[in-house]
T-cell receptor, first 113, second 115 residues
Framework: NAGVTQTPKFRVLKTGQSMTLLCAQDMNHEYMYWYRQDPGMGLRLIHYSVGEGTTAKGEVPDGYNVSRLKKQNFLLGLESAAPSQTSVYFC????????????FGPGTRLTVL | KNQVEQSPQSLIILEGKNCTLQCNYTVSPFSNLRWYKQDTGRGPVSLTIMTFSENTKSNGRYTATLDADTKQSSLHITASQLSDSASYICVVSAIEDTDADKLIFGTGTRLQVFP
């Protein structure tokens, strides 16, 4: 049982490049989330999904797109990376969306030059 | 505005000592309050979740308290160990008109335990 995994662990992009971050969970969770964590700030929700084929915007969705084609996977895309998107990105999952524990992945450290 | 404030920002203690971390929040409507532990370079790991009706919850040497009237929570760590060195994040969940509550994250308290 691997829990929540993220690929890649580190990435350096140039401004304007695109990339996709992959999140996978093997706990059969319905809910999945993408957060970003910046120094001196709490985690902020980018997008989330309440089930396969669904996505919804979080607090800071601009510049990102997501897809949930399979229940176990949640993809985060950056179409045209900007230096302001330099951050650590965390994926999380939970069985339901209110009182259930969210399980976090190990994070992806992204630097945009 | 929904906010979660934690204090202190950082704390240094000696191994074996106890410590208490504080969390004040202005979140409405309140759903639950969570404490997470985040080791350097890792994702947060849940320690406790408390709903409105719960005023204390323990997880081993970690005990969280909640005063919903004053909107304050504390995390008490007993007999600290070197492995307790981490950031501790207070997260308050607000009920939303959607399928998922909104989580408001504090900026964390960075705890360092020295031998």
């Amino acid at each position: 049982n691997a829990g929540v995994t993220q690929t890649p662990k580190f990435r350096v992009l140039k401004t304007g490049q695109s990339m996709t971050l992959l999140c996978a969970q093997d706990m059969n969770h319905e809910y999945m989330y993408w957060y970003r964590q910046d120094p001196g700030m709490g985690l902020r929700l980018i997008h989330y999904s309440v089930g396969e084929g669904t996505t919804a915007k979080g607090e800071v969705p601009d510049g990102y797109n997501v897809s949930r084609l399979k229940k176990q996977n949640f993809l985060l895309g950056l179409e045209s990376a900007a230096p302001s998107q330099t951050s650590v990105y965390f994926c999380a999952s939970s069985y339901e969306g209110t009182t259930d524990t969210q399980y976090f992945g190990p994070g992806t450290r992204l630097t945009v030059l | 505005k929904n906010q979660v404030e934690q204090s202190p920002q950082s704390l240094i203690i000696l191994e074996g000592k106890n410590c208490t971390l504080q969390c004040n929040y202005t979140v409405s409507p309140f759903s639950n309050l969570r404490w997470y532990k985040q080791d350097t370079g890792r994702g947060p790991v849940s320690l406790t979740i408390m709903t409105f009706s719960e005023n204390t919850k323990s997880n081993g040497r970690y005990t969280a308290t909640l005063d919903a009237d004053t909107k304050q929570s504390s995390l008490h760590i007993t007999a600290s160990q070197l492995s307790d060195s981490a950031s501790y994040i207070c997260v308050v969940s607000a009920i939303e008109d959607t399928d998922a509550d909104k989580l408001i994250f504090g900026t964390g308290t960075r705890l360092q335990v020295f031998p």
